[in-house]
């Protein structure tokens, strides 16, 4: 154990600067990275970035709902996210007679403010390395299994007890280097969150999916809400009493704008990476598993997009669930075509063949070769598994029912429950996509996936109907799940209706299915990977110890896990492809080049037009005169970056993250520093959209501006 944690150790503590901006640093441990980033332009210390003893950086970001980021920009706690974070809310507000996804909405007072059920945020409150205390009791002779539970086991008595005392605290003990290392995290939840302004989808979504990941972009992604809290600023559910809550730090907004080359560094909270995943792994997912979930993905949008062109109520139904299917489509995209261009598959297996050598004789030898076949042992379950979670477990009908009847099953029917989940599920649902979604979807699992990872269910299915669209018909026609009247008139003694339900068969039969015949094969291999890619982990870091030193662990930074981070680097262009040269930024000028009356995705509010027409800019102009819109950097983000806030060499705000650029949405896997940029929201562009197309410039009243 003491030669693990060591070797870890030594991997945070190497102070050599790394290549290009590759890395998402643990903000506890900054120290390790400071001296680099002073000597990029950073002019703040380790203790302005991250301190628990006093005010610091991180207690202006927060964990906004359970994927995104969101910045503090007033000591009124005002807070400002991406409109794609804030979407659900926005959409859950709109209506046809208010519909706030195309119109905006902005709140002129704070009782014009509307509460969010369900959305919270989180500062974390701080961090530590407990390692020693998780691990306490192991011995090497156990078995995966058993560690697996000493370290659940440690980890609930220490969440226990590290939440014990405090009114809002929740805690998680997450595994870093694959289970090499564990640290605890801290945070303060706040629930009550009230939504503020957010401007149209014309221009908080402009571009819509054409644009989504493409550079230049032109998209105002952001919106604001603000947190309340009891009167003693810590956590309180709703309340019409409750004050907006005090900040212990919020972000200063920098005017001064961004030139190539200027140092940025973005604080947030990545969700996953696997910057250390084996050829096997890089070869199944950009040649197998994402061709397949894009295609499958291409049918289903090409089935909503088409109902929702035809009505304006579905369009507002249907506007949250489409983007969310498309941005991971297109995502995946780039990712595949990224790590071919990069030659990631053969890049990796040069390295494994170099470290087989260097394993010779030692505990790491044969170690490549066996994370090679649990590969190919597990390749046929994960593929089972990709077209299961993409089709069967994408019908919206078969989930519900699913709910409901997880209801029954549990022993905990509420009448008032169902009723609630009957208004959430109704309120955005149109069956006819669905139906024609489960013909598509389960047509495309019978013709890809081999027969031995079908169901008995769907292979009966088959037979009685003969094909699956009679079959979808049946289903959706006799399916009391598609009578919200019946649905809601359910009563204590209605498990046997439910269960006997033709949607609730479909969800419960793949689920069964796959929890009897997919899942603990699955698991098995997955637990023998964790532990082989444990031995990976120490083993590359011992060999670059062996090859190049410390220098050569300074590569070694922990995979994001939707903790919080920081990631630094520089306002930089790129050229994608020969002849082609992007410029770092982009301005209204563009906005009005795309603008389009006829495509909802680019058609403008009039009042932009009326605006650029008349230059009235106000103070929020660039030095050339333009509108700033967009600027993109060199900072390693992913998904969880959204909102983030992009910072300056003084610690000012400058912009909100939103994107990567599509050529390098490989970095969750590969970083290469020629391709991979973030995208950021210039903050002029914000400001110049509150006051000027909004008329919301109460709100400016509340910041704070750098001189």
């Not at 003693?232 to 919020?250: C, F, G, L, T």
């Not at 649905?487 to 039969?509: K, N, R, T």
Request: net charge negative; hydrophobic share 35%; proline share 4%.
């Amino acid at each position: 154990m003491k030669r693990i944690i060591t070797t870890i150790a030594l991997a945070i503590a190497a102070s050599a600067a790394l290549h290009a901006d590759e890395g998402m640093w643990l903000p506890s441990l900054i120290s390790q990275r400071i001296q680099d980033m002073q000597d990029k332009g950073f002019r703040l210390n380790a203790e302005d970035i991250y301190s628990i003893n006093q005010a610091s950086l991180k207690d202006a970001v927060v964990l906004f709902g359970r994927g995104c980021t969101g910045e503090l920009i007033s000591p009124e706690g005002l807070l400002l996210t991406n409109h794609h974070c804030g979407y659900g809310q926005i959409q859950q507000h709109s209506s046809v007679e208010h519909d706030y996804l195309k119109d905006g909405f902005w709140a002129m007072n704070r009782d014009e403010e509307l509460p969010n059920k369900g959305l919270t945020v989180s500062f974390l409150e701080r961090m530590e390395d407990v390692t020693t205390i998780i691990l306490n009791g192991y011995s090497e002779c156990m078995s995966e299994a058993q560690r697996a539970e000493l370290v659940k086991s440690n980890s609930k008595k220490l969440i226990e007890d590290s939440t014990a005392d405090g009114q809002g605290l929740r805690a998680t003990v997450e595994s870093l280097y694959y289970g090499n290392q564990y640290f605890l995290f801290i945070y303060r939840e706040y629930s009550d969150i009230r939504l503020v302004g957010a401007p149209p989808s014309a221009v908080g979504k402009f571009g819509g999916d054409t644009d989504n990941w493409m550079w230049p972009r032109h998209t105002g992604d952001f919106s604001m809400f603000r947190i309340y809290a009891g009167k003693d600023n810590m956590p309180a559910p709703y309340s019409k009493d409750n004050i907006p809550y005090k900040p212990k730090k919020y972000f200063t907004i920098s005017l001064k704008g961004v030139e190539e080359g200027d140092f940025t560094f973005i604080y947030g909270f990545p969700g996953r990476t696997q910057e250390y995943l084996h050829s096997s792994g890089v070869r199944y997912i950009g040649e197998i598993s994402d061709p397949h979930k894009i295609r499958l993905r291409t049918i289903r949008l090409g089935i909503q997009k088409k109902y929702m062109q035809q009505s304006q109520d579905i369009r507002i139904r249907y506007s949250s669930k489409n983007a969310s299917v498309a941005n991971a489509w297109k995502k995946w995209q780039g990712e595949a075509k990224g790590l071919r261009k990069m030659n990631t598959v053969s890049t990796k297996r040069r390295f494994e063949e170099k470290f087989s050598r260097w394993a010779c004789g030692s505990r790491y030898e044969g170690l490549v070769g066996r994370i090679d076949s649990l590969y190919r042992e597990l390749e046929p379950y994960s593929y089972a598994t990709d077209y299961y979670a993409e089709t069967a477990r994408t019908i919206e009908l078969a989930n519900f029912a699913a709910k409901v009847g997880r209801m029954y099953s549990d022993g905990k029917f509420s009448k008032s429950r169902l009723e609630e989940m009957s208004a959430d599920f109704y309120r955005d649902y149109y069956a006819p996509i669905d139906m024609e979604c489960f013909a598509a979807m389960m047509d495309e699992y019978l013709r890809n996936v081999p027969e031995q990872f079908h169901p008995d269910y769907l292979k009966n299915s088959i037979s009685v109907y003969g094909n699956v669209s009679v079959w979808a018909d049946s289903l959706f026609s006799n399916s009391i799940f598609t009578r919200r009247g019946i649905v809601e008139a359910l009563e204590e003694d209605g498990a046997e209706q439910v269960f006997s339900d033709p949607a609730y068969i479909f969800a419960d039969s793949f689920s069964k299915w796959y929890a009897d015949e997919i899942w603990p094969r699955i698991a098995d291999t997955e637990r023998e990977l964790q532990l082989a890619y444990r031995d990976y982990m120490r083993g590359m870091m011992e060999y670059e110890e062996s090859v190049n030193g410390k220098q050569g662990l300074e590569k070694f930074y922990p995979d994001a896990n939707l903790t919080l981070r920081v990631a630094y680097g520089n306002i930089s262009g790129y050229s994608p492809a020969d002849g082609v040269i992007y410029e770092p930024s982009s301005s209204l000028k563009g906005i009005m080049e795309k603008d389009n009356p006829e495509i909802f995705d680019y058609n403008i509010p009039q009042r932009l037009r009326d605006i650029y027409a008349s230059k009235d800019y106000g103070k929020w102009a660039g030095k050339d005169g333009e509108i700033p819109v967009c600027f993109i950097a060199t900072n390693h983000t992913t998904g969880g970056n959204s909102g983030s806030p992009v910072i300056n060499s003084d610690g000012n705000l400058i912009g909100i993250n939103f994107d990567r650029v599509w050529e390098g949405t490989m970095s969750d896997i590969a970083f290469d520093p020629d391709f991979c940029r973030n995208i950021a929201l210039d903050i002029r562009y914000v400001l110049f959209t509150i006051d000027k197309v909004a008329g919301a410039g109460h709100l400016l009243d509340e910041m704070s501006f750098a001189e």
